[in-house]
């Protein structure tokens, strides 16, 4: 996916909410927030190897740390509240890099020693999550639950790339501080789990690399409400 069709993406998937959720009746909270972190990513798990009609099992492969960026925006809906507690729905969408890091490469079973790296970009953007606040003065824990549509793209140094899109799981837990009405400051721990799979991996006709990505991330940002 391209640099340009990223940014489009990333207005896209606040504008969808934010310009829905202008057009609802009810009396609500929205806001709109940036978030920067890191991604910490298991190893690429249950990797498959597909080619003329064969599949074979590839060992687990280790990816590397990454910063991660991206937006949200969000809307909580005052008919929805329960004592303190608050329901209510976001779309957030963010970037990663967890490269594959250069390491030792086993197909079923067999030793095909080191094998290069291979350059990773992860793009998910989760049209809607479930989240819900408990309001205790300027604090507010909140979780969040919801689908995240994988964008991948690999590529390789002196080879080609490949691109996917997979659907998976989004979610999150956090700790909003409401430093005055409109302005707020969070922590957040997400998890994401996807099975990825590109065809014509990094430019190799014909061959089908699939695998489950499972990724910690931390994050802090920055949020205004409306």
Request: hydrophobic fraction near 40%; proline fraction near 3%; avoid cysteine.
């Amino acid at each position: 996916m391209s640099k340009r069709m990223t940014g489009r993406l990333f207005v896209f998937a606040l504008l969808s909410l934010v310009l829905a959720l202008n057009n609802t009746p009810s009396k609500a909270e929205m806001y709109v927030a940036g978030q920067v972190g890191v991604t910490i990513p298991q190893s690429f798990s249950s990797v498959e190897y597909s080619a003329f009609g064969v599949t074979l099992r590839g060992n687990d492969l280790s990816m590397q740390n990454s910063l991660m960026y991206g937006a949200k925006a969000g809307y909580y809906f005052d008919s929805l509240k329960w004592q303190n507690f608050n329901l209510g729905v976001e779309t957030e969408v963010f970037n990663t890099n967890p490269n594959i890091k250069e390491q030792n490469y086993t197909i079923a079973g067999v030793n095909l020693g080191t094998g290069p790296g291979v350059n990773a970009r992860i793009l998910n953007w989760a049209p809607v999550n479930i989240v819900v606040r408990y309001q205790a003065g300027e604090f507010e824990p909140y979780a969040g639950v919801g689908f995240g549509v994988f964008f991948s793209h690999f590529s390789q140094t002196g080879s080609g790339s490949s691109t996917g899109t997979d659907v998976g799981l989004n979610t999150q837990l956090g700790l909003r501080y409401r430093v005055t009405n409109h302005v707020s400051l969070f922590g957040e721990w997400k998890y994401n789990h996807a099975n990825i799979s590109n065809n014509n991996f990094v430019g190799t006709n014909g061959l089908k690399v699939s695998g489950d990505y499972n990724a910690n991330i931390l994050a802090f940002g920055l949020g205004y409400h409306f």
